[in-house]
């Protein structure tokens, strides 16, 4: 017990030597983080890291939903090259209006905009079809890198930290002419850099709130409803 | 009604200076009318005379007379309307005659000054001193009589100015207790909560109790209990107490710098330069009254007469020599937008004059900040950030948003460029019967696009006036990717029946409808010329590869499906 104990004690040591020379701590690796809502923290293990560019595929509801927690906390959003982006959605999933700003046609200057914006703003979430070059995108990670601002881009982006794919989603609430949208679960498949397979996650990304009916009771009398009908056959 | 916030508020009570001025409407009127004050006059409003001369009291008119026993007995009485807006304005003289005497007057009520004494009191050498010099000042300046009363608490010093008299430090209590309960009424400061006040009064004289000192004497709780707040305010202000510091009005007023042009101008370059140059002005004439301001309204005026104008926040106080070179790219961007005609607003024409109002001026380090603190880095970097891609693109480039009333999302939001200020044109607060129900989508389209909603025949589904479908949606045909390459070529194919290509959509192929709800109708604005009526369909369609619930908001107008948003 005791020799294994100073063994223990005697492996850190070494480690902590050699993180110490090599200068790769992980405390220094890693960046501050900046909060997130815990439904979405199985998506990103890591957690939403300053530095980081995360693409996400798909789902805009997903990129903002990813985005909404650090706003609540006082961080300032950025919506570049998204003109549809609907902003009732994004105050609903709770990104604070007043340190929201759209900049939806950047255009040609999309490159300059980019910089300024990540020097900037805590959180930009970037649409499809910006007039950005590989080499900006590049650039613009190492400056995010360097500000501590968190890229979403709504497509691929070649050397992303995280990619999340949303592959499958499911609506509940509609019926044939009556109902409505109510409850979303999507499935979404992570992949990320230095994780070596794809990851699967069933996210309840929308959940109905002021639902009339408690869900127990609607299972209750389906079941019921069953029996009724083996009885009657 | 506010008692329930006076009852909360506990605080320290002020010794305070109160500056009557007697019937202030009637002296307010007659200034206006020119009647000097020996005149017998009244201001008659609505059915009772609500404020009386001097002379016409001596002559026996007596406020809440009806205007005919008025006239028997004075009647020589001039009778003037009632202005409270002319009441207020005309108050400003006496406030700013005061003001030179003290710094930092509260206006209570036309007619009522209220000013805290300890640090004035001091500087006149002594409270009768400082009276003194207030209604020398009042009396040469603005030209009426005042009274000056001193106590502490604000019923107290009231009483104490309408009969010209100093109550020492700590016997407010005393001087109030033999006053009668009625006295009450002249605490309350606006006309509804003075209602309210007299009607409490007079149940109080109908139990019995006749002064302020019968009502301090009953226990608190018990009063509280039987008469809710305003009992426990009534009997704080009995006691001699203070429910709210003295607010002190600020002094500052609006700046404003204007350049006439000799000629029309309509050339952009030539309107920078004097933009540069009107901004300095600005600058300048801030900087000489030790000032800075929280918003700068922008205002130019047309050949044909129109009047343009715009608000801009400014956030720039810290960074004093920015603040020149800030408004300049502000009126630039505002006036290019104007004169190439892409922001709303008049016809474009040539501009005959520019001026630039400083508005919310505050004396220079007394900037309101944060609530918490002050404005941390974060914020100043962001709008530091946002600042420079708004040089980049333009004012219209970096958009601010707001929630705003409304039914379908894209009415629910408000937009402004960044840094502009205004107020969001709908309420939130109002019903909106029929908006959408949540959740909202994620995709708004800013132009809705056309879609082709198909019953199980491949027929257009139709809903008539009375919301009636022609058959239930089976089928939905969106546009096709512009990239879509497949879709393209079938689309100039022969076999899609337009050879030669057509200008129409590119169509992509049909997608079964999984479920769908609605209609949902919304007819809005049916007086006006921008009048629409639609029938909102959630519909919920399965991708070619089975996989993806596509949840889209299709509308039905005019005859025709359009696609409103995605819930994507």
């Known amino acids: ?233 | 009604m506010s008692a329930p916030r006076l009852a909360d508020a506990v605080v320290d009570t002020v010794r305070r200076v109160v500056l009557w001025v007697p019937d202030w409407p009637v002296v307010a009127a007659a200034m206006e009318a020119g009647i000097g004050p020996q005149a017998p006059a009244a201001v008659l409003h609505g059915k009772g005379l609500m404020a009386v001369s001097a002379a016409a009291r001596a002559a026996g008119v007596r406020r809440g007379m009806r205007r005919r026993l008025a006239q028997r007995a004075c009647p020589e009485l001039v009778i003037l309307g009632h202005d409270e807006g002319r009441d207020a304005r005309s108050f400003e003289a006496v406030a700013a005659a005061a003001e030179t005497v003290v710094a930092g007057v509260e206006i209570s009520r036309p007619g009522l000054l209220m000013i805290p004494s300890a640090g004035a009191a001091r500087f006149h050498g002594s409270e009768e001193a400082l009276a003194e010099a207030l209604m020398t000042a009042v009396a040469e300046e603005a030209g009426c009589e005042s009274a000056v009363g001193m106590a502490d608490g604000l019923l107290a010093a009231v009483m104490a100015a309408r009969a010209n008299e100093v109550v020492p430090a700590g016997e407010s209590a005393q001087y109030l207790a033999p006053l009668p309960i009625t006295a009450l009424a002249h605490a309350a400061m606006e006309r509804a909560q003075r209602a309210h006040v007299e009607d409490f009064v007079s149940v109080l004289v109908r139990l019995g109790l006749h002064t302020l000192g019968d009502l301090v004497a009953l226990p608190g709780p018990d009063v509280l209990a039987r008469f809710g707040p305003i009992g426990a305010w009534a009997q704080r202000m009995a006691a001699g107490q203070d429910v709210a510091p003295p607010v002190l009005r600020r002094s500052a007023e609006d700046i404003a710098v204007e350049h006439t042009f000799e000629d029309p101008a309509e050339r952009i370059e030539q309107l920078t330069l004097v933009a540069a140059e009107v901004a300095e002005q600005l600058d300048r004439a801030l900087l000489d009254a030790s000032s800075r301001c929280a918003r700068v309204r922008i205002g130019a005026r047309t050949v044909t007469g129109a009047e343009l104008e715009r608000v801009w926040r400014t956030d720039v106080g810290v960074r004093a020599g920015a603040f020149a070179k800030h408004m300049t790219d502000r009126v630039r961007w505002q006036l290019e937008g104007w004169l190439s005609g892409t922001a709303q607003g008049p016809e474009p024409a040539p501009l005959t004059a520019l001026r630039l109002t400083a508005e919310d001026v505050v004396p220079l380090g007394r900037e309101q900040a944060f609530l918490w603190g002050g404005s941390s880095g974060a914020d100043a970097r962001a709008h530091r950030a946002l600042e420079r891609v708004q040089g980049l693109l333009g004012a219209e480039g970096v958009l601010a948003v707001a929630e705003q009333g409304g039914r379908s999302p894209r009415d629910r939001i408000h937009v402004l460029a960044w840094g502009q200020e205004g107020v969001p044109p709908r309420r939130i607060e109002h019903p909106w019967p029929g908006h959408l129900p949540e959740p909202a989508p994620a995709t708004v389209l800013p132009i809705p696009q056309d879609v082709q909603v198909l019953d199980a025949g491949g027929t257009p589904v139709r809903i008539d006036r009375r919301l009636a479908m022609s058959a239930p949606p089976t089928w939905v045909r969106l546009q096709a990717d512009p990239r879509d390459a497949k879709a393209r070529a079938a689309h100039r194919h022969p076999s899609s029946g337009h050879v030669g290509g057509s200008d129409g959509p590119v169509w992509a192929s049909p997608l079964p409808i999984e479920a769908w709800a609605g209609p949902w109708p919304v007819a809005e604005r049916w007086w006006s010329d921008d009048a629409s009526r639609r029938a909102f369909l959630q519909i919920a369609v399965r991708d070619e590869h089975g996989e993806r619930d596509l949840a889209v908001l299709v509308a039905f107008t005019e005859g025709r499906w359009v696609l409103e948003a995605i819930y994507d």
Do not use: C, F, Y
């Not at chain 1, 209006?97 to 999309?110: D, M, Y």
């Not at chain 1, 709504?154 to 109510?182: C, D, F, I, N, P």
């Not at chain 1, 709130?209 to 389906?222: C, D, E, G, K, S």
């Open chain 1, 1 to 233: 017990m005791d020799t294994r104990q100073a063994r223990l004690e005697a492996a850190r040591a070494a480690l902590a030597a050699v993180e110490g020379r090599v200068g790769a701590t992980r405390e220094a690796w890693d960046s501050p983080e900046l909060p997130l809502a815990p439904t979405l923290a199985q998506l990103l293990p890591r957690g939403l890291r300053r530095g980081h560019v995360i693409a996400v595929e798909n789902s805009t509801s997903l990129l903002l939903a990813l985005a909404a927690e650090a706003s609540r906390e006082g961080s300032w959003t950025a919506i570049v090259g998204m003109p549809h982006v609907g902003v009732l959605a994004a105050a609903r999933r709770g990104i604070d209006l007043s340190r929201l700003a759209l900049i939806p046609h950047p255009g040609t200057q999309a490159p300059a905009v980019m910089g300024a914006i990540v020097d900037g703003m805590d959180v930009v979430i970037v649409g499809e079809g910006l007039a950005v070059s590989d080499a900006d995108r590049r650039r613009i990670a190492a400056r995010a890198r360097e500000r501590g601002s968190v890229v979403l881009a709504a497509q691929g982006w070649a050397g992303a930290h995280m990619h999340l794919m949303v592959e499958r989603s499911r609506w509940r609430g509609l019926g044939a002419g009556e109902g409505r949208l109510r409850e979303r679960d999507v499935t979404v498949a992570v992949k990320g850099r230095g994780i070596a397979a794809t990851r699967r996650v069933l996210v309840a990304l929308d959940v109905d709130t002021q639902a009339l009916m408690p869900r127990p009771a609607m299972h209750q009398a389906v079941a019921g409803g069953r029996a009724l009908d083996t009885e009657v056959a």
